[in-house]
């Protein structure tokens, strides 16, 4: 009902209202939405990501974790997986893809947080619960390079089509870079590979498929590194690319380059919403773990306070006391009165379990 | 004295001191250099790059795949790239010579 609600909105171009905007989907972001969940409190979760999960789904989905109480061993998807399954009855809506943008107090207290996906929220509380930042692409550092962004230079291919008789160039050794190239070949003038060594870590299948195509003269696959642009405005021309050992020179004629080189993890538009930072990290205290505006919390791995340990669990706790203060932000007239989940028919109801 | 040299992206050099068995990531950190180490050493956000000095290079145990891998994803990786997280601090690295890579 709630997601129709929002679609609705959306749709409408109209601000999404909410309870609480959670900045991050990662374990933390998650678990939030389970102790406001028990309190009732109804929460949008923004991640830059295209899946739910934070690094734990982007960076290590299969490692083992050690230090989740009571689970003896659990893989971080695991965790994600389980976060998920115990939030279900909260319905939360996720908007991904998206890096959040702007943030303005408004005059009733609330505040309105917009997305670089053009979606507007308003609520009475934020939770910053961004871990190490959003992922963003790493953009190779090369001059000039932001003149050629979004007309020439992409880090992700939207409309397939627009590589359709050019000079694509490729660059990076993982799925994306691979799968783009199996994929462009057959609709591109010409297509070059460009990754600094003769390995690579996607799907063996598809190495073998790229270098039967190296092979037989369909691709060029260039060993080294893109080290200089060519271009007139914002339209790219060509690429100058070095081995590794800079002995060797080619000239790479091009009129659209893909770098693949993962994603990084920055604070990004956050570090301007006026929050009191100390190494990039958002101070809090921890009582509430509020930040030095009223209203907007952090959780998790972006926040710091004296003894703080950048632990999963020591975000699980941080979210349990945040949204005792949530609520009383969101439900200034509702008494809280603190209850357990063994005990309470209330919380059982809520969670759909009760008898 | 367990010790290391590191060069900062200001071209300074430090001698820090070492802990046996501590990641050279976590010798970094603990002094307050900017290393990155975003993944807590799990050898997947390449953000701990550094270029090891090409005399030590060969004495160090050598890249997985992973760590490889991980490399793929940085612009500058050069043939003297490791992560830091990934070599561990003993005894016979006393004297190691390393400069921080760009963020």
């Known amino acids: ?355 | 004295m367990a010790h290391i040299y590191v060069t900062d992206h200001h071209g300074t050099e430090h001698r820090l001191d070492a802990v046996e068995g501590w990641r050279v990531m976590e010798i970094i950190r603990e002094h307050g250099l900017p290393v990155g180490g975003g993944c807590g050493g799990a050898c997947e956000c390449a953000t701990c790059h550094v270029y090891v000095d090409a005399d030590w290079l060969p004495r160090l145990y050598p890249r997985h795949d992973e760590e490889e891998g991980a490399l793929d994803r940085l612009y500058d990786a050069a043939e003297t790239s490791r992560l830091s997280c990934q070599i561990l601090y003993s005894a016979d690295l006393a004297g190691l010579r390393l400069r921080l890579a760009p963020a």
């Not at chain 1, 590589?163 to 199996?182: C, E, M, N, P, Q």
């Not at chain 1, 998790?300 to 699980?316: E, M, R, V, W």
Request: net charge negative; aromatic share 8%; proline share 5%.
């Open chain 1, 1 to 355: 009902m709630t997601d129709e609600n929002d679609k609705n909105a959306a749709a409408a171009g109209s601000d999404i209202e909410t309870d609480v905007v959670i900045v991050g989907a990662g374990p933390v972001g998650l678990f939030a939405v389970f102790q406001c969940g028990l309190l009732n409190l109804r929460c949008q979760l923004i991640d830059n990501l295209d899946k739910i999960g934070g690094q734990c789904a982007e960076l290590y989905p299969e490692k083992p974790i050690y230090d989740i109480p009571s689970r003896v061993v659990i893989t971080a998807q695991e965790l994600v997986d389980d976060l998920m399954a115990q939030i279900k009855p909260f319905h939360p809506v996720f908007h991904l893809s998206q890096q959040c943008e702007t943030l303005e107090q408004l005059e009733d207290g609330r505040f309105r947080v917009t997305t670089t996906a053009g979606k507007a929220f308003k609520a009475p509380v934020v939770v910053i619960a961004a871990g190490s930042g959003a992922f963003v692409p790493r953009r190779p550092p090369l001059a000039g390079i932001e003149n050629y962004e979004g007309t020439s230079v992409f880090y992700a291919v939207r409309k397939r089509e627009t590589f359709r008789d050019k000079r694509v160039l490729i660059v990076g050794g993982g799925d994306s870079a691979l799968d783009w190239t199996l994929d462009l070949v057959p609709i591109a003038k010409r297509l070059t590979l460009v990754h600094r060594r003769d390995q690579f870590r996607g799907a063996p299948d598809s190495v073998e498929k790229m270098h039967a195509l190296a092979e037989k003269g369909a691709i060029d696959f260039l060993l080294g590194q893109v080290t200089e642009l060519r271009g007139t405005d914002d339209r790219l021309t060509g690429a100058t690319v070095k081995s590794i050992a800079g002995d060797e020179v080619h000239e790479v004629d091009c009129d659209f380059m893909l770098p693949f080189f993962g994603l990084k993890m920055e604070l990004g538009p956050i570090a301007s919403w006026g929050l009191n930072l100390e190494k990039n990290l958002i101070t809090v205290d921890t009582e509430k773990f509020e930040t030095s505006t009223p209203g907007i919390f952090a959780i998790g791995d972006i926040n710091t306070y004296p003894g703080k340990l950048k632990l999963i669990l020591s975000g699980f706790h941080e979210a349990a006391l945040m949204a005792q203060a949530a609520f009383k932000l969101a439900r200034p007239d509702e008494k809280l009165v603190f209850r357990y989940t063994t005990s309470s028919t209330e919380l059982q109801r809520r969670l759909g379990v009760a008898a």
